[in-house]
């Protein structure tokens, strides 16, 4: 390992450690105390290290400038503070493996928990790399964890070596990408960039420029409830209605599960209910505005053209919307 490596892993290992884990059920931004103080800890250290115009700004997030060594537009670097709310995040015991023989992982405190090159292709080409996993209860939040330590390295590298020119460098920790509430409205104009990139996950070397533009969809199928003894002629089951909103729906196009790279899909999340009342959940994806408009009008007509079968139920279809291509 080189230096740089080791700084790498330790800063990794040490912002893994710390939970800071965000929580959609909370109203606060950001959602969680934890990452105010993993936010804090972050703009103590930039400014140890000499970096110009430290500030965590009232919305939760920590803003820093490497000042210029040479002419040159404003770079932002960005990363995320907070991890994954669907698994523990709770007493991280990060664990760094030297020199990956290429076979399977397995876990301290897991026995029985593999992770299998054979699985996970991407990883038989780690083989001869330093991996850094969890112990095998917890996650390890290296999303986005790595890319928090990888921008701390480069800006300790750059700010104790003036020698090597770069023009104004402008950094940013944001709070809560987990759950999509990461980038306050403010944060464009406070960060001041000309250019800016996020270090996130994905393969080394890829650059991600869009993404998919995106609406949730609740359907709710509200249906006559009668005792089962003296339903004839008036029982109105909102679990029929509900199968026939999903059956009408495109399948062997447009889901996730048989579509791929540009195409949009209408994706059911969820379906959760009972006879008097079904509530189903909808995810709709498209890279075009116009096509995800589409898809809204799919899932419209659909319930619109049930509900005209059954004037007796009560059929609502509420479209909101989640986030757009970034391009
Ligand atoms: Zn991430």
Same mark, same amino acid.
């Given at each position: 390992?080189?230096?740089?490596?080791?700084?790498?892993?330790?800063?990794?290992?040490?912002?893994?450690?710390?939970?800071?884990?965000?929580?959609?059920?909370?109203?606060?931004?950001?959602?969680?105390?934890?990452?105010?103080?993993?936010?804090?800890?972050?703009?103590?250290?930039?400014?140890?290290?000499?970096?110009?115009?430290?500030?965590?700004?009232?919305?939760?997030?920590?803003?820093?400038?490497?000042?210029?060594?040479?002419?040159?537009?404003?770079?932002?670097?960005?990363?995320?503070?907070?991890?994954?709310?669907?698994?523990?995040?709770?007493?991280?015991?990060?664990?760094?493996?030297?020199?990956?023989?290429?076979?399977?992982?397995?876990?301290?405190?897991?026995?029985?928990?593999?992770?299998?090159?054979?699985?996970?292709?991407?990883?038989?080409?780690?083989?001869?790399?330093?991996?850094?996993?969890?112990?095998?209860?917890?996650?390890?939040?290296?999303?986005?964890?790595?890319?928090?330590?990888?921008?701390?390295?480069?800006?300790?590298?750059?700010?104790?070596?003036?020698? %090597?020119?770069?023009?104004?460098? /402008?950094?940013?920790?944001?709070?809560?990408? *987990? !759950?999509? &509430?990461? $980038?306050?409205?403010? =944060?464009?104009?406070?960060?001041?960039?000309?250019?800016?990139?996020?270090?996130?996950?994905?393969?080394?070397?890829?650059?991600?420029?869009?993404?998919?533009?995106?609406?949730?969809?609740?359907?709710?199928?509200?249906?006559?409830?009668?005792?089962?003894?003296?339903?004839?002629?008036?029982?109105?089951?909102?679990?029929?209605?509900?199968?026939?909103?999903?059956?009408?729906?495109p399948h062997s196009t447009m889901t996730?599960e048989t579509?791929?790279?540009?195409?949009?899909?209408?994706?059911?999340?969820?379906?959760?209910?009972?006879?008097?009342?079904?509530?189903?959940?909808? %995810?709709?994806?498209?890279?075009? /505005?116009?096509?995800?408009?589409?898809?809204? *009008? !799919?899932? &419209?007509? $659909?319930?619109?053209? =049930?509900?005209?079968?059954?004037?007796?139920?009560?059929?609502?279809?509420?479209?909101?919307?989640?986030?757009?291509?970034?391009?």
């Amino acid at each position: 390992m080189t230096l740089f490596d080791a700084e790498l892993a330790t800063r990794l290992t040490r912002y893994a450690a710390l939970d800071s884990q965000s929580d959609a059920a909370s109203p606060t931004g950001p959602s969680t105390q934890i990452q105010w103080q993993i936010l804090r800890l972050l703009a103590d250290e930039l400014t140890q290290i000499g970096a110009a115009e430290v500030q965590v700004t009232e919305y939760g997030t920590v803003l820093a400038t490497i000042p210029a060594t040479a002419e040159g537009p404003t770079i932002g670097f960005l990363a995320h503070v907070d991890t994954a709310p669907q698994f523990n995040a709770t007493g991280v015991k990060p664990r760094t493996i030297e020199r990956y023989n290429g076979g399977d992982i397995t876990f301290p405190d897991a026995p029985g928990l593999v992770l299998s090159p054979a699985e996970f292709p991407y990883l038989a080409t780690k083989q001869g790399h330093t991996l850094i996993t969890a112990s095998g209860t917890t996650l390890l939040g290296a999303d986005d964890k790595a890319g928090v330590a990888i921008i701390m390295t480069a800006a300790r590298h750059l700010l104790e070596n003036p020698g %090597i020119p770069h023009g104004p460098i /402008r950094i940013a920790f944001t709070p809560d990408e *987990e !759950i999509g &509430r990461g $980038v306050d409205k403010r =944060l464009p104009k406070d960060l001041a960039a000309d250019f800016a990139y996020t270090f996130d996950g994905g393969a080394v070397g890829e650059v991600e420029y869009e993404s998919f533009s995106a609406d949730g969809a609740v359907v709710t199928v509200k249906g006559v409830s009668i005792h089962p003894g003296t339903a004839m002629g008036r029982m109105v089951n909102a679990i029929t209605l509900a199968s026939k909103i999903i059956a009408a729906l495109p399948h062997s196009t447009m889901t996730p599960e048989t579509t791929a790279g540009r195409d949009g899909f209408i994706h059911a999340t969820d379906m959760t209910g009972g006879a008097s009342e079904m509530k189903m959940h909808f %995810i709709l994806r498209d890279f075009e /505005r116009d096509g995800l408009a589409r898809k809204g *009008e !799919i899932l &419209r007509q $659909v319930c619109a053209a =049930l509900q005209a079968t059954e004037p007796r139920a009560d059929i609502t279809c509420t479209i909101t919307p989640q986030y757009r291509n970034m391009r």
